[in-house]
C-alpha cells in the first residue's frame, strides 16, 4: 500500500507564496515520477509539474517561471513551491505517485489565492 499526504495550503493574497508539501509512506525513488495537478470548481483536473525518478521536470505553461519542483529523498518527500500566486490558482492541488502497478493520488490541500 502506498500513502501520500499533502500539506501547506491555505489563504494567501494576490502575489504572495505557498510551498506544499507531499510525503510518501516510502522511498519516492520507487516510482517513475511524482507529480502535483490541481482542480478547481468546475473545472477538470489538471497537471501542474512532474519530477521524474532521474530528477528531469515539466511544468505546464500556466505555472512556469512562478513555481518549482523539488524533492527531498531522505524524507520521502516532493515540494510545490508557489511563487507570485494569481486568483486563477485558486484549487485543490493533489499530489500524484506514478508507481509500478497503479498510480496513487493523496487526499489534496486546498489553495485559496483572494484579497
Known amino acids: 500500500q502506498v500513502q501520500l499526504v499533502e500539506s501547506g495550503g491555505g489563504l494567501v493574497q494576490p502575489g504572495g507564496s505557498l510551498r506544499l508539501s507531499c510525503a510518501a509512506s516510502g522511498s519516492i525513488l520507487n516510482f517513475n515520477s511524482m507529480g502535483w495537478y490541481r482542480q478547481a470548481p468546475g473545472k477538470q483536473r489538471e497537471l501542474v509539474a512532474t519530477?521524474?525518478?532521474?530528477?528531469?521536470?515539466n511544468y505546464a505553461d500556466s505555472v512556469k517561471g512562478r513555481f518549482a519542483i523539488s524533492r527531498n529523498i531522505a524524507k520521502n518527500t516532493v515540494y510545490l513551491q508557489m511563487n507570485s500566486l494569481k486568483p486563477e490558482d485558486t484549487a485543490v492541488y493533489y499530489c500524484?505517485?506514478?508507481?509500478?502497478?497503479?498510480?496513487?493520488w493523496g487526499q489534496g490541500t486546498q489553495v485559496t489565492v483572494s484579497s
Open positions: 519530477f521524474t525518478r532521474g530528477g528531469s521536470t
Open positions: 500524484n505517485a506514478d508507481g509500478v502497478r497503479a498510480y496513487y
